[in-house]
């Protein structure tokens, strides 16, 4: 198994939406491909990185930190949004 890149993947899509060098190009397209983890996933609520195995779900099935999708029900419910 490769080692994973240490950016996230996003920054690495975004330059390579930006590069026109193909060379360059293809080095952050085989780097975008060794950023994938299939153990992690990417929180919907701050889009850091959680993993699988601990990660919850909202109401739309997304992934979670547990903290954060309780943070979110919370300020909801102090702002009347449920």
Same mark, same amino acid.
């Given at each position: 198994? $490769?080692?994973? $890149?240490?950016? @996230?993947?996003?920054? =690495?899509?975004?330059?390579?939406?930006?590069?026109? *060098?193909? %060379?360059?190009?293809?080095?952050?397209?085989?780097?975008?491909?060794?950023?994938?983890? @299939?153990? %992690?996933?990417? !929180?919907? =609520? /701050?889009?850091?990185? !959680?993993?699988? +195995?601990? /990660?919850? $779900? *909202?109401?739309?099935?997304?992934?979670?930190?547990?903290? /954060?999708? +309780?943070? %979110?029900?919370?300020?909801?419910?102090? *702002?009347?949004? !449920?």
């Amino acid at each position: 198994m $490769s080692a994973h $890149s240490p950016r @996230p993947w996003r920054d =690495i899509a975004r330059e390579l939406a930006r590069e026109p *060098d193909r %060379s360059k190009r293809r080095n952050l397209m085989r780097e975008l491909s060794d950023s994938f983890d @299939p153990r %992690s996933a990417t !929180c919907a =609520i /701050c889009n850091r990185p !959680c993993d699988l +195995t601990t /990660c919850k $779900s *909202d109401e739309h099935g997304h992934p979670v930190h547990e903290h /954060c999708y +309780t943070t %979110s029900l919370k300020n909801a419910a102090r *702002d009347g949004d !449920c």
